[in-house]
């Protein structure tokens, strides 16, 4: 291979990101020197909403960012707004989101189950919430009120599947409206929502300033949730292939230092995002309070950076949140999910930037197992909804 062949074809780069933990691989990427190593000079860039970032990008403001990856799908179809090719050759991380309610509903919830905690218990606390909806409906109360932070988002999709699942119609029974994550707080203090589904620290800073409470974590719904992935224009990508093919290597090694590193990512992230570091570190360590003054829950997964394979774009993650879009009416029923993931996902390109064996070429992911499991020699987490059992 000759130096023409490795060459980057532009080394000054922006990157956008948002105000989350998960935006850590690039900010790890960046302070531990993982970028300059493979020849990068990268600014990094932060906004404040997610159609801000998707608009950046589509313009070429930014040469790529941190995106919600039912973001990136949904702009590669034209769904809320313009309309232009998307792919990714990487994935953030798993899970990082929770579900915090006001500490009015929570009290609410309680009172409809006296004999079970509802906290992290999926099945339990969605047949509260169901009651509570109802007793609503009874006196005339207005509905419910949660915000997510993007129509299409992990947060969203899986909110939705939940809500349904128990017996919650999230387009009948409550009112679903969009926040940018940082806001969250604000506006559940302020009594404008009854609750919100976001990624950390924003959970965290709700209950530690006592406005609110958690009632299921990311982990607590879906296992090993997907989310966040390296969201590029397909132009841009086939303009760049040596440069994106480093973007992952600087990533993959950010992602590896901070399974590794959990105390000093959560330092690095207070001062990023201007959070208090007791607020940054419960999802980074794995020591979660659910409410103000509980003992702290262990949680060792909320936030999987690297390990079991938490950055393989899998196409099968694509394809459940394009089915849930489908399920939700928003894109054709005809659609070809299989075939619009397969041109979003870019899996060889994972395999290329970090010259890994074929192993995973031609598996395919079940989102069955609610145990740990092993692919080839692998340890994986478990990947099953726990509210479906």
């Known amino acids: 291979m000759t130096d023409t062949d490795t060459q980057l074809e532009k080394s000054d780069l922006i990157l956008g990101y948002m105000p989350l933990s998960d935006s850590l691989p690039l900010l790890v990427a960046d302070t531990q020197g993982y970028f300059e190593a493979e020849g990068l000079h990268v600014e990094l860039q932060q906004e404040v909403s997610w159609a801000n970032i998707r608009d950046k990008v589509l313009v070429g403001h930014l040469d790529g960012a941190q995106m919600l990856a039912p973001m990136l799908l949904a702009t590669h179809l034209g769904l809320g707004g313009l309309k232009k090719a998307m792919m990714t050759p990487f994935a953030f991380g798993l899970n990082g989101n929770a579900f915090t309610i006001s500490r009015s509903l929570g009290k609410q919830l309680d009172a409809n189950s006296p004999e079970h905690a509802l906290a992290g218990n999926a099945v339990a606390a969605g047949k509260a919430l169901k009651q509570v909806i109802k007793a609503r409906r009874s006196y005339g109360g207005q509905p419910l009120v949660f915000a997510t932070v993007y129509p299409y988002s992990i947060h969203n999709l ?141 949680q060792p997964d909320m936030l999987i950076f690297h390990r079991s394979l938490a950055n393989y774009p899998w196409q099968e993650h694509g394809c459940w949140f394009l089915k849930q879009m489908q399920r939700w009416g928003w894109v054709s029923s005809a659609l070809d999910c299989e075939e619009v993931v397969s041109h979003c996902y870019r899996t060889d390109l994972y395999h290329q930037a970090l010259q890994l064996p074929t192993l995973l070429e031609g598996t395919q992911l079940s989102l069955d197992h609610s145990e740990e499991w092993q692919l080839e020699g692998i340890v994986m987490s478990p990947t099953a909804f726990t509210y479906r059992r």
């Not at 209950?207 to 090993?224: A, F, H, M, Y």
């Not at 000093?264 to 999802?283: Q, R, W």
């Open 158 to 298: 899986l909110l939705r599947d939940w809500l349904a699942a128990s017996g919650v119609d999230p387009d009948q029974d409550v009112t679903l409206v969009v926040l940018p994550p940082s806001q969250m707080v604000d506006h559940l203090s302020l009594s404008h929502i009854d609750g919100f589904c976001a990624g950390a620290p924003w959970n965290s800073v709700a209950i530690q300033k006592n406005v609110g409470e958690c009632l299921l974590t990311g982990p607590d719904l879906w296992r090993s949730a997907p989310d966040k992935v390296l969201g590029l224009t397909q132009e841009w990508a086939n303009a760049h292939p040596n440069t994106t093919l480093a973007l992952v290597r600087a990533l993959d090694k950010a992602t590896v230092w901070l399974d590794e590193n959990r105390n000093a990512a959560g330092t690095l992230l207070a001062e990023a995002i201007h959070v208090p570091l007791a607020a940054a570190l419960p999802a980074l360590v794995g020591e979660f309070i659910y409410r103000t003054g509980e003992t702290k829950q262990q």
